[in-house]
């Protein structure tokens, strides 16, 4: 493997983002950067940062840029991400996306692949259903998950076309067993490296 792979995940709430990425860190030997896991840890962990983040996750709401670009800065310089990072759900917004092109511009780095996963919305829909009876995540309540498809719409699928106009972007179907979809996100980091 070649070094320093940077792979950033975007697909919508549900699409299988979270699932995928845990076989794709293992198949790269790379880092897991989940910010909506991290942003969970700090609410356990009763930080400071958690005590902003949970109204605006538990309301379904993007936690503000500033807060978030800050996170990923310190977490993309921290050593155990030099052999290379996946990014889940980071970047959601094309201000965020922005601050990611100059972080990695100034550390000479460059993205390999974005990976853009596909799920109709009826999918998702069922899929968060099911989910929020397994894992009780707080923003899994039926209002919840319509507001964060709405605000996946809104403000994080405009980032497909920002990478596409970048070359970056890999198109990912994401229906069908999580084998088969995991076979087509190798072919797209294979052919990225
Ligand atoms: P985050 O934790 O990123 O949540 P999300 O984007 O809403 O996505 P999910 O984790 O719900 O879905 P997923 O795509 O990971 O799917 P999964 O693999 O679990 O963010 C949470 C919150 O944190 C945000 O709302 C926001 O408030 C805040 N936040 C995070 N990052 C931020 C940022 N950058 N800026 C601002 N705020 C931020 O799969 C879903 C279900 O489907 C599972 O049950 C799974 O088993 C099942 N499944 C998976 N694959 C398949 C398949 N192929 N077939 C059938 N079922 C499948
Ligand atoms: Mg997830």
């Not at 070649?2 to 709430?13: C, Q, R, S, Y």
């Not at 100034?106 to 996963?117: G, N």
């Not at 403000?155 to 972007?169: F, M, V």
């Given at each position: 493997?070649?070094?320093?792979?940077?792979?950033?995940?975007?697909?919508?709430?549900?699409?299988?983002?979270?699932?995928?990425?845990?076989?794709?860190?293992?198949?790269?030997?790379?880092?897991?950067?989940?910010?909506g896991?991290?942003l969970r840890?700090s609410i356990d962990?009763?930080?400071?940062?958690g005590g902003i983040a949970r109204a605006y996750i538990n309301r379904g709401q993007l936690v503000?840029?500033?807060?978030?670009?800050?996170?990923?800065?310190?977490?993309?310089?921290?050593?155990?991400?030099?052999?290379?990072?996946?990014?889940?759900?980071?970047?959601?917004?094309?201000?965020?996306?922005?601050?990611?092109?100059?972080?990695?511009?100034?550390?000479?780095?460059?993205?390999?692949?974005?990976?853009?996963?596909?799920?109709?919305?009826?999918?998702?829909?069922?899929?968060?259903?099911?989910?929020s009876?397994?894992?009780g995540r707080a923003d899994d309540s039926p209002e919840t998950i319509?507001h964060r498809?709405?605000i996946?719409?809104?403000?994080?699928?405009?980032?497909?076309?920002?990478?596409?106009?970048?070359?970056?972007?890999?198109?990912?179907?994401?229906?069908?067993?999580?084998?088969?979809?995991?076979?087509?996100?190798?072919?797209?980091?294979?052919?990225?490296?």
């Amino acid at each position: 493997m070649g070094p320093d792979m940077l792979v950033v995940f975007i697909g919508p709430p549900g699409a299988g983002k979270g699932t995928q990425s845990a076989n794709l860190v293992s198949y790269l030997e790379i880092v897991h950067l989940s910010t909506g896991e991290l942003l969970r840890a700090s609410i356990d962990a009763g930080t400071r940062l958690g005590g902003i983040a949970r109204a605006y996750i538990n309301r379904g709401q993007l936690v503000p840029d500033a807060i978030m670009v800050d996170l990923i800065a310190t977490r993309l310089s921290n050593p155990d991400c030099q052999p290379g990072c996946l990014l889940d759900g980071f970047p959601r917004t094309l201000p965020q996306a922005r601050a990611l092109d100059q972080m990695l511009a100034e550390q000479d780095r460059q993205l390999d692949v974005v990976l853009a996963l596909h799920v109709p919305r009826d999918e998702l829909e069922r899929r968060l259903i099911s989910r929020s009876g397994e894992e009780g995540r707080a923003d899994d309540s039926p209002e919840t998950i319509i507001h964060r498809l709405e605000i996946y719409e809104r403000q994080t699928a405009p980032l497909i076309e920002y990478y596409r106009r970048r070359s970056k972007l890999s198109d990912i179907d994401g229906i069908g067993t999580m084998e088969e979809v995991f076979d087509r996100i190798k072919q797209a980091v294979d052919a990225a490296r």
